[in-house]
């Protein structure tokens, strides 16, 4: 992790092109692109992320489908 805090970590991730993961948590998390595209999607509520762009994901949500359609970089911010 870019930072560990009690409070809150903060991670800073590549993925390659095509590579498809899940986010779950019960509290929010917040995503940053860097460089690349990130689509983030959550039942039939799709959200596309370029580099400067970030999404408060509530952790409501439960699960979250992550699809990288390019080789991507990214922040990712959760509490622990």
């Known amino acids: 992790y870019l930072v560990e805090d009690p409070l809150f970590r ?3 991730w ?16 917040v995503v940053g692109v860097l460089h690349g595209r990130l689509e983030l999607a959550h039942d039939q509520y799709p959200v596309t992320l370029l580099p400067g762009q970030f999404a408060l994901i ?3 949500l439960g699960r979250v489908t992550v699809e ?12 622990p």
């Open 10 to 12: 903060v991670g800073a």
């Open 68 to 79: 990288t359609p390019v080789k991507s970089e990214f922040l990712h911010a959760q509490v």
């Open 14 to 29: 590549r993925a390659a092109k095509g590579e498809r993961f899940h986010l779950n948590s019960d509290s929010f998390q």
């Open 58 to 60: 509530p952790g409501c």
